[in-house]
Every structure is written in structure tokens, then in C-alpha cells.
Nanobody
Framework: QVQLVESGGGLVQAGGSLRLSCAAS????????MAWFRQAPGKEREFVAG????????SYADSVKGRFTMSRDNAKNTVFLQMNSLKPEDTAVYYC????????????????WGQGTQVTVSS
């Protein structure tokens, strides 16, 4: 059972930056997909960024392309989400998720979830 712990959320003004971290409790296999999702109040959870398996290119939601960057540190079993040029519409709880095998970017395709970290962007 992989446990995921996010950190790095907070309150920031529009145009600012935040860096989220997600630490896994154990080394994940090469087939594992890691992704970030977010959920704003009253809205469904949505895909933000992810890589389908170790070594694959990262995919991004259109709404964050050019502003967010997902990276990983395999030695530390950690993935990151660097968020720049933040907008009020980026306000949400951000979740890290892992899937044993990539089956698509839908939230229901992911097996393990972190507890979430709040990101609030003020205008």
C-alpha cells in the first residue's frame, strides 16, 4: 500500500508561485503513473499534470500549460508541482495520486491518493 503525503500549499497573490511536493512511502515501480489533480469547491476533481509511467513525458491540462511544471526526484520517491503565474481560478485542494498501471487521466483510474493540500490564490 503506497502512502502519499503532499505539502507546500498555502495562500498566494495572483501572479505568485508555489511549489507542491508529494512524498511516497516507498519506491514505486517503473509502470506506476503519478499525477496531480485538483478540486475546487462545488466542482469535480480534475487532472492537472502527470506522467503515465517512469521515464515518460509529462502531460498537462490545457488550463495550466506553460505555467505549471511537474518534476520528480526518484532517489527521494518524491514528485513536485511548480506553479507559476497563479490565477484565482487555480484555487483548489491539490491532490497527488498514483496508479499501479496507467489507464488514463481520470481520477477513477488512480489507486492511491494523498490527503490533499489547499492552494488559495487571491486577486
Amino acid at each position: 500500500q503506497v502512502q502519499l503525503v503532499e505539502s507546500g500549499g498555502g495562500l498566494v497573490q495572483a501572479g505568485g508561485s508555489l511549489r507542491l511536493s508529494c512524498a511516497a512511502s516507498e519506491r514505486t515501480g517503473s509502470t506506476y503513473s503519478m499525477a496531480w489533480f485538483r478540486q475546487a469547491p462545488g466542482k469535480e476533481r480534475e487532472f492537472v499534470a502527470g506522467f503515465p509511467w517512469s521515464g515518460a513525458s509529462t502531460s498537462y491540462a490545457d488550463s495550466v500549460k506553460g505555467r505549471f511544471t511537474m518534476s520528480r526526484d526518484n532517489a527521494k520517491n518524491t514528485v513536485f508541482l511548480q506553479m507559476n503565474s497563479l490565477k484565482p481560478e487555480d484555487t483548489a485542494v491539490y491532490y497527488c495520486a498514483a496508479a499501479r498501471v496507467f489507464r488514463g487521466w481520470g481520477p477513477n483510474k488512480y489507486d492511491y491518493w494523498g490527503q490533499g493540500t489547499q492552494v488559495t490564490v487571491s486577486s
